[in-house]
């Protein structure tokens, strides 16, 4: 069964740091392609950050040049670091990653997120 978990998450002061962390079991992260998700309440859940396999990264607009998602090369674990924080960031961050099947003899990855965390809280004060 696989499974991810964040951790991490916590309150700061607006242009601090934190560094987000997700475990996997029962999966290597290296396999295919990983994200990081976030949701504030009443708004939509925001993809931010994403990994693909061949190392290529994406942000959002709203964390490009302040956020960084990395991931161990044993594919244990993924990360998301995060510099100077506003308050705007405030939300519940989700990891998630693609799955990867055997399809006639080669490997494939899922087109859409299967494996989500439970989130972890980020709280960020003015």
């Known amino acids: 069964q696989v499974r991810l978990m964040e951790s991490g998450g916590g309150s700061v002061q607006a242009g601090g740091s934190l560094r987000l962390s997700c475990t996997a079991s029962g999966y290597v992260l290296n396999n295919c392609g990983v994200a990081w998700y976030r949701q504030a309440p009443g708004k939509d859940r925001e993809l931010i950050a994403s990994s693909g396999t061949a190392g290529a990264t994406n942000y959002a607009d709203s964390v490009r040049g302040r956020f960084t998602i990395s991931r161990e090369y044993t594919g244990g674990t993924m990360y998301l670091q995060m510099n100077d924080l506003k308050p705007e960031d405030t939300a519940m961050y989700y990891c998630?990653?693609?799955?990867?099947?055997?399809?006639?003899?080669?490997?494939?990855?899922?087109?859409?997120?299967?494996?989500w965390g439970q989130g972890t809280q980020v709280t960020v004060s003015s």
């Open positions: 998630a990653a693609k799955s990867r099947t055997v399809v006639g003899g080669s490997y494939r990855c899922s087109r859409d997120f299967v494996f």
